[in-house]
């Protein structure tokens, strides 16, 4: 017995000096004998089809960047592809030789904004006889349905044709509310149907701009216009989220509309014809995406889309993080879905030609929507990092400078005004790319949140730009809900990166990646905003 203890108590005594002594020399002949066998090439296949989606992403960039440059140069403006005339008076037919519009605006809880918005949707100019206002009020709270319900009341004393509608679920969200909203008997009598989020403002001539298109243009099934963001200079997160939404309207949306008549519908500030929609199947709450669901559904059918970039709608961009985040989780998430969904059909579909097959399925989703997600942060925020602890594999300078360099340059050419920005820019997108390669993954394998739908908090800025002066500058500072825990540990990971770069590294990214780690900490912790200047 006394014999046992006393081996027992030596090999403990034993191990506790291992442990104290040569624990770090066992973590290294472990990591040696891991590293060759198995890290090394891992790494360089995560390498390779990483620079292979760089690849892809770089040549989806230039095509685009060459065709809105031959677009600019032939001055191929939409009034000289389409025919567009205004709309004339007769004096025999009288108002009914105008279409019978319908302007739908769903909205669920917006305290803030709903006057603006049923104001800005009754001050459109059009016949008053041949408009009808559509109020489609989701709300939960009792107090803000009858805010909303006083409002519609309010305009309807004045002769405006509005109808306030309600419904005694939320089954679809948005999608569901639209939907009902279709199915009323006064729709039958409208040709078109023009639809506004709650917080986006429409400049009254927004319909003599847009429905003359649909008039004289029998295969244009929508038109979409512009958003034009009114509280961007609020803080650094608005010009950050103005950068890649610029560049979305200003390239994205014109290419598709000059080359293949087809982009996705961006859920509000469009028209389109009630006919298309209703062909198309009308509007499905499969995916959190409906807008971007309609519009393929509609383009398989052979109705062709128009973007008008110089008719812009006034709108507000999310102004904190935990709203930003609801908001990209839904629009990463549900364009995956939709690819998995819809892939097969689009490629069986025998009215739309093979090039607008590919360009739909490789470009638009798959290069868009899936692979500049996950390899921004595969690449960036995992696989770089990586090779400054695995020196055996290398990342060429194309892959790992140029082809970043050009990719982002190209994109800071929407917004030209924010070109000093664009290091914040990166490190943001960097961040945020995380929260939207886990949304695409669950988007792609119909995991659990995949048809979550939280509502974008709307803080009524649009109120405070109106007067056209420039929005207060302001410090605010928040701890989220809750802490991230996944940019927590990529956080961690990259600094770990950086500390083993600075003590046996030899590619010296060590100040790259302790700025990227410190932008993953800001993001774990829920940081809301700073000071920017208004130029």
Same mark, same amino acid.
């Given at each position: 017995?006394?014999?046992?203890?006393?081996?027992?108590?030596?090999?403990?005594?034993?191990?506790?000096?291992?442990?104290?002594?040569?624990?770090?020399?066992?973590?290294?002949?472990?990591?040696?004998?891991?590293?060759?066998?198995?890290?090394?090439?891992?790494?360089?296949?995560?390498?390779?089809?990483?620079?292979?989606?760089?690849?892809?992403?770089?040549?989806?960039?230039?095509?685009?960047?060459?065709?809105?440059?031959?677009?600019?140069?032939?001055?191929?403006?939409?009034?000289?592809?389409?025919?567009?005339?205004?709309?004339?008076?007769?004096?025999?037919?009288?108002?009914?030789?105008?279409?019978?519009?319908?302007?739908?605006?769903?909205?669920?809880?917006?305290?803030?904004?709903?006057?603006?918005?049923?104001?800005?949707?009754?001050?459109?100019?059009?016949?008053?006889?041949?408009?009808?206002?559509?109020?489609?009020?989701?709300?939960?709270?009792?107090?803000?349905?009858?805010?909303?319900?006083?409002?519609?009341?309010?305009?309807?004393?004045?002769?405006?044709?509005?109808?306030?509608?309600?419904?005694?679920?939320?089954?679809?969200?948005?999608?569901?509310?639209?939907?009902?909203?279709?199915?009323?008997?006064?729709?039958?009598?409208?040709?078109?149907?023009?639809?506004?989020?709650?917080?986006?403002?429409?400049?009254?001539?927004?319909?003599?701009?847009?429905?003359?298109?649909?008039?004289?243009?029998?295969?244009?099934?929508?038109? =979409?216009? +512009? #958003?034009?963001?009114?509280? /961007? *200079?609020?803080?650094?997160?608005?010009? !950050?989220?103005? @950068?890649?939404?610029?560049?979305?309207?200003?390239?994205?949306?014109?290419?598709?509309?000059?080359?293949?008549?087809?982009?996705?519908?961006?859920?509000?500030?469009?028209?389109?014809?009630?006919?298309?929609?209703?062909?198309?199947?009308?509007?499905?709450?499969?995916?959190?995406?409906?807008?971007?669901?309609?519009?393929?559904?509609?383009?398989?059918?052979?109705?062709?889309?128009?973007?008008?970039?110089?008719?812009?709608?006034?709108?507000?961009?999310?102004?904190?993080?935990?709203?930003?985040?609801?908001? =990209?989780? +839904? #629009?990463?998430?549900?364009? /995956? *879905?939709?690819?998995?969904?819809?892939? !097969?059909?689009? @490629?069986?579909?025998?009215?739309?030609?093979?090039?607008?097959?590919?360009?739909?399925?490789?470009?638009?989703?798959?290069?868009?929507?899936?692979?500049?997600?996950?390899?921004?942060?595969?690449?960036?925020?995992?696989?770089?990092?990586?090779?400054?602890?695995?020196?055996?594999?290398?990342?060429?300078?194309?892959?790992?400078?140029?082809?970043?360099?050009?990719?982002?340059?190209?994109?800071?050419?929407?917004?030209?005004?924010?070109?000093?920005?664009?290091?914040?820019?990166?490190?943001?997108?960097?961040?945020?790319?995380?929260?939207?390669?886990?949304?695409?993954?669950?988007?792609?394998?119909?995991?659990?949140?995949?048809?979550?739908?939280?509502?974008?908090?709307?803080?009524?800025?649009?109120?405070?730009?109106?007067?056209?002066?420039?929005?207060?500058?302001?410090?605010?500072?928040?701890?989220?809900?809750?802490?991230?825990?996944?940019?927590?540990?990529?956080?961690?990971?990259?600094?770990?990166?950086?500390?083993?770069?600075?003590?046996?590294?030899?590619?010296?990214?060590?100040?790259?990646?302790?700025?990227?780690?410190?932008?993953?900490?800001?993001?774990?912790?829920?940081?809301?905003?700073?000071?920017?200047?208004?130029?």
């Amino acid at each position: 017995m006394g014999f046992a203890c006393f081996c027992v108590g030596f090999q403990m005594e034993a191990f506790q000096g291992t442990t104290r002594g040569d624990i770090s020399s066992q973590v290294g002949l472990v990591w040696s004998q891991v590293k060759e066998p198995v890290m090394v090439p891992l790494l360089r296949v995560a390498v390779f089809l990483c620079l292979a989606m760089s690849l892809m992403m770089l040549m989806e960039r230039v095509y685009m960047g060459l065709v809105i440059c031959l677009v600019k140069l032939f001055g191929r403006r939409p009034e000289k592809r389409y025919k567009w005339e205004p709309l004339k008076e007769d004096v025999e037919l009288g108002n009914s030789i105008y279409p019978m519009v319908l302007v739908q605006v769903p909205m669920y809880n917006e305290r803030e904004v709903y006057q603006l918005s049923i104001g800005a949707a009754c001050g459109l100019s059009w016949p008053s006889d041949r408009i009808i206002i559509q109020i489609l009020d989701d709300s939960t709270d009792p107090s803000i349905k009858e805010m909303v319900q006083m409002e519609c009341s309010r305009w309807a004393s004045k002769g405006v044709n509005i109808k306030y509608e309600v419904r005694d679920n939320r089954n679809g969200y948005k999608a569901g509310a639209l939907k009902e909203g279709m199915k009323r008997s006064y729709v039958k009598q409208c040709d078109y149907v023009a639809i506004f989020d709650a917080d986006f403002q429409p400049e009254p001539d927004f319909l003599w701009r847009t429905v003359p298109f649909l008039v004289n243009n029998p295969e244009l099934g929508l038109v =979409q216009a +512009r #958003w034009k963001f009114v509280n /961007a *200079n609020e803080c650094l997160m608005t010009r !950050m989220q103005e @950068m890649s939404l610029d560049y979305h309207f200003t390239v994205e949306q014109e290419v598709g509309s000059s080359t293949y008549a087809f982009f996705g519908f961006n859920g509000t500030a469009g028209v389109w014809r009630i006919s298309a929609l209703n062909e198309a199947g009308g509007w499905k709450d499969r995916t959190t995406v409906e807008d971007m669901d309609l519009a393929v559904r509609a383009s398989l059918k052979g109705w062709k889309f128009l973007y008008l970039a110089n008719l812009k709608v006034k709108n507000e961009l999310p102004s904190t993080l935990k709203a930003y985040r609801y908001q =990209q989780h +839904r #629009w990463s998430c549900g364009p /995956a *879905n939709l690819f998995r969904k819809m892939v !097969m059909e689009i @490629m069986r579909n025998k009215k739309v030609s093979l090039w607008k097959k590919i360009y739909v399925v490789y470009s638009f989703f798959f290069v868009r929507k899936v692979v500049a997600h996950i390899n921004t942060f595969v690449f960036y925020c995992i696989v770089l990092p990586a090779t400054v602890v695995v020196p055996e594999v290398v990342v060429p300078k194309w892959g790992a400078v140029y082809i970043p360099s050009i990719i982002t340059l190209l994109n800071a050419v929407g917004t030209p005004r924010s070109l000093h920005l664009l290091v914040f820019w990166i490190l943001f997108e960097n961040t945020m790319s995380l929260h939207r390669t886990k949304a695409t993954i669950i988007g792609l394998l119909e995991a659990s949140r995949v048809n979550e739908w939280i509502v974008t908090e709307k803080l009524g800025d649009a109120l405070k730009g109106k007067g056209g002066g420039k929005a207060p500058k302001k410090i605010r500072f928040r701890i989220g809900d809750r802490i991230h825990m996944l940019e927590l540990l990529v956080g961690f990971y990259l600094f770990f990166c950086g500390c083993y770069d600075v003590m046996f590294g030899k590619n010296r990214f060590y100040i790259f990646l302790y700025i990227q780690s410190i932008a993953f900490f800001i993001m774990a912790f829920g940081y809301v905003g700073t000071i920017v200047p208004n130029s």
